[in-house]
């Protein structure tokens, strides 16, 4: 179920079942020159549509925009700073909270914004425990990573071994190709397998990172394999979410 | 062309073609008894991207979340306070303008995010008319609603006359049941035409618009019609960039 | 009944026959080589005030400052940033609220403010919107400009048609004229009538419209039309603060 | 000179002789059973306005609201949060900053606004104390309090000794009758010179002060007085301002 | 006792003693050619844990960074924005309501915190006076100058007379060297004392004052009279302390 | 070296062989029935000094407040919320790299840091990807936790096996009696491994974890092991940061 193709009704009668609701969280950058810039925003709303499927549950609406500062430096990159995203997510989780909505499943794309969403739960969770006499109902939010299963784990080291890389990285490529075939692009990678290594900013990103691969080797998607991860990755998150929303 | 289907190397080719792009932003609220939450986002996001093809420019990702403060006494309604909306936007054109964007053109699907946006803009435009010395490159927004030209209002005007109303309209509906024909939804309307009024924040919403719509008979809505407001949207927008973006 | 002029006992008093009040708001900025700078300002005050004889409405401070930051390339403007302005006008009607104040009238002088004077009613019902529990005592906020009703816009299409133009115009010079007729003053216009267009920020405006005047003539002010406008301007607000006061 | 009454071609010329700028300063809050809520504001744009004729001196517009959250417990009082008059002071600076002013002279009327506008002058200074490189004009902020000078503390002491106290003074409320001579208000003060101490919010003040009064007797005054008040006032921040403006 | 040096049961049963605590807070910025970075924060450091010993009274940790926007022109030192100290003075304040702690005795070593410190008290007392109905336990915060008491003005005196001066005096050199006399420095200082005057911000003040000092001639500092002036500081502010506590 | 117990000539003699520093950051929260609400402060301040020597190394003072909103239901603990510690961080690195600092290593004392941390240098680090054009001197951040090195794992592990658990740990404990021998404390731990899980805000956290350790046996802690920890991590950290600072 999409909250946006539900009504109002719909979803008060999905509140009398369930105060759990998954919100996929991507983002909007370079994804080297075959990786669409929409990579993190696909593979989180695409999964988290499955695991709504599988799991009989709300999914909300994709935050496509995360925390991409060090992609500035690459057209078409779009940041928000930690600062807005958390202030984006407090706002989300006041607003269901108000209807009634009590544990938020986090679904992520993109892993610039782990620290920021986890900082952001934070955020939510301080402004309850300054709040000095009132017990508030009970908010718990989670973040969970599209990756993040052994079994997903598993399958991104038998197809890819070391050229899975960091950033652009096959796998995730593949999902979106998987998702959006008509967008599967092609370009010559040089070198194949990327440098890998850290940074700081836009301009550090860029200075060592020249095409925007961290580590990986894009070319090796595909969209079979774009089929099995994200099957892969339904499977184990809907398990997750079942045991977690019911906990 | 979609900004999230297109790899960095492709904006790059872009923007030596255009410095403008095209930022749908909808938001996800209540829309009456068979209206769905996510109406404003899919009619700014379908239109944009009917009108991105028309005039060979780059749509953006859709903002979902709007200014609906008023709607949050309906389950699913998701509000940004003003603040929140403003920083996100000047993030996403802080953001686009660091690659060589200039011109940002804001399909709006809500009306409830009208002040808001304009605001946005003056808060961007602000940092630069403070700046003392620099003279950086200009940059010009707008906000475009997608029932604003001539020919839509004429064709609602048909459609609907005075069924139209104000929220959860016939037209908007209309536009979403001709984008997701598998999400139509019925229910009876009581009474057809809801009540017309003003309101201030969302207990006084719904006290005074019990079912969530204002003025409109939502059921009202076809496919068909749809079709045909889209089409009259995306030609009249298509013809208001091309002109504004060359301006 | 100005507030400024008055002590708590009698505001005490005057809270038992009325919970509203009114606001004026204005601005800061050039209004090209004749208006004052403080135009926007000194409309809205002297109308309010004209107003709240009339209504026997209480009359809060000026607000002086407004969202001016296009007008940043002319001497002695100064501007709020929205998200400024957004913060002093949750004050204050958060202040008033703590008295028992419940409806909040602000009389506008400038085009300018209307989005984040909107955005700021916004941000203060979405503090109460997003509250969980509790049903505070409803606010109510309008932004009226004191150029809105049907019988001034009459006026001033009979005395300047299309020399009104949108800044500087001959109305809003001529009202100062009324107020301050020691503070006239006169300069060459050159158009008369100065170019129309649209704008972003400073020093886009100020290379549209170099003499800071907008579509207007306004040498055409008077005095005497000052007090026309005046009078009529403070009959239909008058008219429309009491039904609204009431309602 | 009072900014609001100039043109923006009026601020050119001053500009050319001065740098310098007086900015009036208040509050809008009660003042005991006599005392007028608008009473620091008007001292202070009374005495700035005295200022800019003595010492030619622009006058910008008065900041009407201070911060004033101990007074909130009584009907009338507005006040901005510390957070909040720090941005607006900001804003102002900047603005004025713009156009090549560099002194700002905040001729203040309220005791309570003086940490939080050191606060911003500090917070202004800080944005360009962290700026790397640059080496921007020079801005100097000053306040002063209209009851600073030797002479004012003289006469107050003559007039009203130990029942000045220090709020509702005598001292300032002369000043309003002076300015004022139509809102003089009369009412029993019981006991005459009010109980001193100290305070720390809204309810804590009203709690110990319950008509609003610290340590003074605000029947004292008179609008001859007020007079006196403002002369000497007027004579001592005149000479004190042509000096700093000029060093 | 030292809050940092407790368990939470320790705590808890404190609180049921006293709902005061004292929190050292300080700077971290240049005191010239011999006096330490840590000059402020040690000051209010060593005579805070001697105020606690003396008068049973529980020592919060150190707030080691200040306002100190004016020093950055020298290495080393540190400022927060006035925005930011208030934000970490209401969550300090806030936190500890939480657990009933009522009374909040900021012991200052840094003048230049003075009007931002009082500031953020104001902050965290609006959020409280603001609040409409709720009456919550009354929480009373004092900012307290190690250097303010007669009896330590009247030993700075007798010590140094004019050379003690406003910034890297040797009262607070002294202080630093009886409580770090590995740390006691020398370096020749010229002029022996110090220019004096005003500034603003940080170019400015290393304009002004060419090695960080002001009115100061910090050699005259031992830390025998370190000894004598933390006694002193001790005594009086423990006094002070008591009777405010127990107010 | 500690900067608080320098002179600017001296930080100013340091920037001439290094652009790195040491930031202590720890939190003052709760730590069980014997474990001193400063462990985290003491953990990252004793390591950083050792540190400081082994390397020659600048160490800043400590921030001894972190993000602590879920031990709030703990008498003592303080949190700052996580927009308040960024904001900290930034001026921290905003100061110092106004003296030429490029290098930033923040040694960690508390887990519940690590996501706030990371997102203050994204925040750090977009106010420079945002900007335009220029192309300002490099940062680099780092967050180091002193438990991190294989080596002390390794030790932790020897030491206390599965007792360690993940708060109010006998390790961490351990280095705050080395650090503190007087402090020392004792009490029946029941059960003497405390339980594990997960947590939300202040009152789930102590709902679940009644005594607040988390899976840890306090009770295991001694001087000694806390002296070989000590070893351990300053060995570990300070090679690091050697290589880290060079690099």
């Known amino acids: 179920m999409q909250l946006q193709l539900l009504t109002w009704p719909e979803v008060e009668a999905y509140l009398r079942t369930s105060r759990a609701i998954i919100l ?9 020159p075959i990786g669409l810039i929409g990579t993190d925003a696909i593979c989180a709303e695409t999964i988290a549509r499955g695991v709504g499927e599988a799991a009989d549950a709300l ?11 060090h992609h500035l430096g690459f057209p078409g990159s779009i940041s928000l700073r930690p600062s807005t995203l958390i202030a984006v997510l407090r706002d989300i989780v006041e607003s269901l909270a108000r209807h009634g909505f009590e544990r938020f499943y986090f679904l992520n794309g993109h892993g610039g914004n782990i620290a920021t969403v986890s900082a952001a739960f934070s955020e939510i969770y301080a402004a309850r425990s300054l709040a000095a006499a ?25 197809l890819y071994g070391d050229a ?53 080797n894009s070319a090796l998607a595909t969209p079979e394999a774009g089929r099995r991860l994200y099957e892969a990755a339904v499977a184990a998150i809907a398990a997750d979410y079942r045991q977690w929303a019911a906990g």
Chains 1, 2, 3, 4, 5, 6 share one sequence.
């Open 59 to 69: 999914v909300g609406p994709t935050v496509a925009l995360g925390m991409a500062q």
């Open 164 to 216: 899975e890389g960091s950033h652009a990285t096959p796998s995730e490529v593949a999902i979106t190709q998987f998702a959006y075939p008509a967008a599967i692009k092609s370009a010559r990678l040089d070198p194949p397998v990327a440098p890998r290594g850290s940074f700081t900013d836009a301009a550090d990103y860029r200075r060592n990172f020249p095409d925007g691969r961290i580590g990986a």
């Open 134 to 158: 009132v017990d508030p109902p009970a908010l718990k939010c989670k973040l969970q990573n599209w990756w993040q299963s052994a079994a997903v784990q598993q399958l991104i080291k038998e």
């Open 24 to 32: 996929p969280i991507g983002s909007t950058e370079q994804h080297g």
